[in-house]
């Protein structure tokens, strides 16, 4: 027997790639669903979102953004050290804040800081940034393996998923396998539109992973943006796949990569 999972990162309000995804994985046979964090960020009409996880059975895990937002708190908690990348993160989550409505801001409180799952002999660690630490940037190149294995000795599970950074990876150790399932709210930087969710299909025989490019309507994301009033940076991003803000905090090796 196996049991398929979708997992999401970081919708960041867009909706339209949310809905696109959940399409994708009903065709694919998913049996759950789950948002590994930031519901909102970046992108317009923020409780468009919420529909379609409460319609689809979404299980979300409380990322840096639904901590801050369900708290009413006075930033994201993104955690850039950059003053040009901490300007346009308090943009964004000044009209996230004030645009999501007392119901979902009081789910996103709600919302528990990491789940583990039992499936099929398998355990699945699903958490945000990192399991120490809900904002932390996990990234591919800055990694090593043996800090992964430290997380999952001491978790004590076979798979660990998070997201945060916005790009996605994937990595064997000698303890388990760590992936970092992408995100649905932007591109990754790498001249595409297409944003990316993740499945796993868990049997007793392991856990495998596949990341699934999403296309959905950016032309009208980006409208929906400009109406809005959101800085032409993030529309830029959106229409030409390429990272305007927040650029910061990638290191080296993943913007030589990107930029090739």
Known sequence: ??????????????????????????ALGVDE?????????????????????????????????????GNQLDNCQ???????????????????????????QKFLQSLEKEHVLEIEEQRILLC??????????LW???????FLDIFFHQREVDCIAGTHTGIKWHANTSLGQFVNVGVLGRPENDSTTNV?????????????HNFHPVVYDYDRLSREMQMEGLPDEFIETIQTGRWTTCLEVLPQKERQRLNH
Not at 34 to 44: K, Q, S, V
Not at 78 to 104: H, V
Not at 128 to 137: A, I, Q, V
Request: proline share 5%; net charge negative.
């Open 196 to 208: 990316w969710f993740t499945t796993l299909d868990i049997s007793r025989d392991g856990i495998q």
């Open 1 to 26: 027997m196996s049991v398929r999972l979708a997992l999401f990162g970081g919708i960041y309000n867009n909706y339209l790639a949310l809905e696109a995804a959940l399409e994708a994985a009903k």
């Open 78 to 104: 993104c955690g850039y050290t950059d003053p040009r990348d901490n300007y346009f993160a308090q943009i964004s989550y000044d009209y996230t804040l004030e645009n999501t409505n007392a119901d979902n």
């Open 128 to 137: 945000h940034g990192s399991p120490r630490k809900t904002n932390e940037f």
């Open 33 to 69: 669903y789950y948002c590994l964090g930031d519901i909102g960020a970046f992108g317009p009409f923020p409780n468009r979102s919420f529909p379609l996880l409460y319609e689809n059975q979404v299980h979300c895990i409380q990322g840096n953004y639904d901590d801050s937002i």
């Open 140 to 146: 591919e190149s800055t990694t090593p393996l043996h």
